[in-house]
């Protein structure tokens, strides 16, 4: 009877089919992960600044009577930023004419009396050096009266004011800062380590934040001194014209250190599972499953630091659709 049973349960043991080998081929495709060249960076902080700035000083001393333009205004060269209280100029201006007025009498006067031989020729000669002189004491006064009309030195921003009105201006003391809105650059201080990474007319890559794109900037100055208490040397990059790019803005520029040798896959080809990341590598037409670490991102694809091998065909179409193990079916890549 025992005997009996046994044989009977064994002819009704159920398969030990494979569920994954009941899964239908999938259509996938393949791309191999490939060693690429990569030049290694180092990325440098820096600030967005104006390649042309003034600090805007009056030429001579006054009362400050009126600001003519207020920070955030665009200004044309030549035009009026503040005016100045200079009673004292306009004084000199008024007493340089009254003598140069004078002057000219008297020489008129001696030419009329040397043609009568009334005066001596040397008298004429006075007459007339009292007036170049008067005439050099005039154009001086119009000048000076000139500088009481503080004006840009050329098209830009009023970006800040330095004095109040009733202040006294004098030579060398600010009044206001002005910038060119339009011509920008990038300003950096590189370590020893790096400067001699860097030439003039080198190309390298800016990154603001606030761009949606990097920008690429022209060396155009390194200074071959450093700074004293940072040990940095000053460097500065021109930059292209770019929507949003503003006076002030904080930036990083990557900074060429070394080339070396990254294992590449596309992005789709990794997926996230939490904190997993993951690939399907196809080994005689099967999709397996392997756990990866991925490095840097360059553009469309990610470097992968562990967990596949160069020329490691990956899947790239569907991936989130398949199982380990499944069959696929794909041209050789």
């Known amino acids: 009877m025992l005997a009996v049973l046994l044989i009977s349960a064994c002819h009704n043991k159920p398969s030990a089919t494979s569920p994954v080998a009941s899964v239908p081929a999938a259509a996938v495709q393949l791309t191999p992960a490939t060693l690429a060249t990569h030049q290694a960076t180092e990325d440098v902080v820096g600030t967005v600044r104006s390649k042309q700035r003034a600090v805007i000083e009056a030429k001579v001393s006054g009362r400050l009577l009126q600001y003519r333009a207020d920070p955030g205004q665009l200004v044309k060269s030549g035009e009026q930023l503040a005016e100045l209280d200079v009673q004292e100029i306009r004084a000199k ?6 003598l140069l007025d004078q002057a000219q009498r008297d020489l008129g006067r001696q030419q009329q009396l040397i043609a009568s031989n009334a005066t001596s020729q040397q008298e004429l000669d006075a007459a007339a050096a009292r ?3 008067a005439a050099a004491a005039l154009n001086e006064a119009e000048t000076m ?16 004011k330095l004095a109040d009105v009733g202040d006294l201006a004098m030579p060398g003391k600010p009044l206001l800062e002005i910038e060119a809105p339009n011509v ?3 300003e950096t201080d590189l370590p020893e380590s790096l400067l001699e990474r860097v030439r003039l007319g080198a190309t390298l890559t800016v990154t603001i934040p606030s761009l949606t794109k990097p920008l690429a900037a022209t060396i155009s100055e390194i200074s071959p001194v450093a700074d004293a208490l940072s040990r940095t040397f000053p460097v500065k990059l021109d ?3 770019a929507t949003g790019l503003r006076p002030g803005q904080f930036g990083r520029v990557a900074v060429p250190v070394a080339e070396t ?20 590598v196809v080994r005689e037409n099967r999709a397996l499953l392997r756990l990866v670490k991925t490095g840097i991102s360059l553009g469309e694809q990610l470097e992968i630091l562990s967990g596949l091998e160069p020329g490691d065909a ?13 069959p696929v079916t794909s041209p050789q890549p």
Request: net charge positive; charged share 20%.
């Open 145 to 160: 009266l000139g500088y009481a009309r503080v004006t840009a030195p050329f098209d830009g921003v009023v970006t800040r």
């Open 184 to 186: 920008l650059r990038f």
């Open 93 to 98: 201006l008024e007493q340089a004419k009254a």
């Open 131 to 133: 007036v170049k002189v």
């Open 261 to 280: 040798k990254l294992l590449l896959v596309p992005r789709q080809a990794v997926l996230k599972r939490g904190q997993l990341e993951l690939v399907f």
């Open 239 to 241: 930059l292209p014209q």
């Open 314 to 326: 990956v899947v790239t179409s569907d991936a989130s659709h398949l199982s380990d193990g499944q």
